[in-house]
């Protein structure tokens, strides 16, 4: 595909007010994946407060990615390694409390599941715990109890015009050694000298060999200009400030409308071409699903025609050595789904809906059955597929009719 990365901001962005992914986004990001397109999620959160995301869009299946703290951290999802990180000094950790101390604001870093604090009672600090399913730690003496290099600590207030005065001065102050910057009117935030969504993001590619015409980037916030500004598309939301849209490429609707999945059906869905589906990719990111187990591999697809092959072996045979036909019928059901998927149109999905086949002879173990799926109808709320089986001699073993469900996004 044209594309090969799609990066999000999450608060405003992927999640609409009600901090949840819609139906349409988690139905939309998914097929993306399936098509080959990797997916990063680029936050200010911390990254224990983004792995149910990263979780229910299936980010460990497709090699995905998780961006933390606005850029501090990043790990992939597949097995949670960390492949970039940049630490605060500990040794300036007391003097942002004692700067903390001498304002009246609160303090807190992240430890793991844990939010360490001087202020566990501070309304702000305790939504952060709840955004993020983290626990609230209360430590009097803050910096003493840091014996952890944090990637991020936080300010907070709610006198908003001592906050601006504390951040002004450490631009000044600390130019060079820390960053600092407001990502809401209640929170100051602190991180290592030169952290960004961008500059991280352009690390992670630099190292992963991901290339900027590759790159869509989603946001909403001022965090996110400069990563917009970096890929090869960059989209707003509806719902972000003139002075973000303007750095935009694209203005999409807002998080609550639907914008991110509107805008990547028309980037991404809109025009797929078979040539472009990496099989390959496909084939291997199957590997932990019901494909992998079987030993179901893509060969072939194009708009009317969709191939695969299946060995008969231990995992789909009949105790005396035949292939089951369970399996057959489900190597049926894998062929005509994909192709559906490839012909429906940006703002639809497809589900299965009936499957009936004839087994008209036997595949033995050790044999390669390939199935040859084609579509038979293409209507406005349903596909009718055909796919035959056959063994590796050219033997007609089954005949499937499929029938999927055509249904739009809501």
Known sequence: MKYKMLVLDVDGTLLNDNKEVSKRTLA??????????RIMLASGRPTYGLLGLAKMLELDTYNGYV???NGGQVIRAADGEVIFERRINPELIPYLEKKADKNGFGILTYNEDCIVTNMPDNS????????????????EHFSIAIDFIPCKCMLVSDDEEALVGLENHWKRRLDGVLDVFRSEPFFLEVVGCRVNKANTLAAV?????????????FGDGVADVTMLQLASLGIAMGNAPGSVKRCADY?????????????????????????????????????STLMGNLGIQ????????????????????????????????????TVAGFGSMIICNPDEYVVGMQVSGNH???????????????????GRSSHVWN???????????????????VMKRK
């Not at 089986?389 to 469900?405: D, E, Q």
């Open 28 to 37: 939309t990001l998914r097929k993306v994946q399936q098509m080959g397109v």
């Open 67 to 69: 961006m933390a703290y």
């Open 124 to 139: 702000h600090i305790k939504a952060e715990a709840e955004l993020n399913g983290m626990k609230i730690v209360y430590e």
């Open 205 to 217: 590619m630099e190292m992963e060999g991901i290339k900027t015409d590759d790159i869509v980037v």
């Open 251 to 287: 203005i999409t609707l807002s998080n609550n409308e639907d914008g991110v999945a509107v805008a990547v059906e028309k980037a991404f869905l809109a025009e797929v071409r078979p040539s472009e589906i990496p099989l390959d990719e496909l084939n291997a990111q199957s590997k």
């Open 298 to 333: 893509y060969t072939y697809a194009s708009h009317d025609r969709v191939e695969a092959t299946m060995p008969v072996d231990h995992r789909n045979r009949q105790p005396f050595g035949i292939l089951h036909g369970g399996a057959t019928l489900a190597l049926a059901e």
């Open 360 to 378: 008209i002879s036997s595949a033995h173990e050790g044999d390669t059955v390939r199935a040859v799926g084609t579509i038979v109808h293409k």
């Open 387 to 405: 796919v035959d089986v056959f063994t590796s001699t050219g033997k007609l073993v089954s005949s499937v009719r499929v029938v999927n469900s």
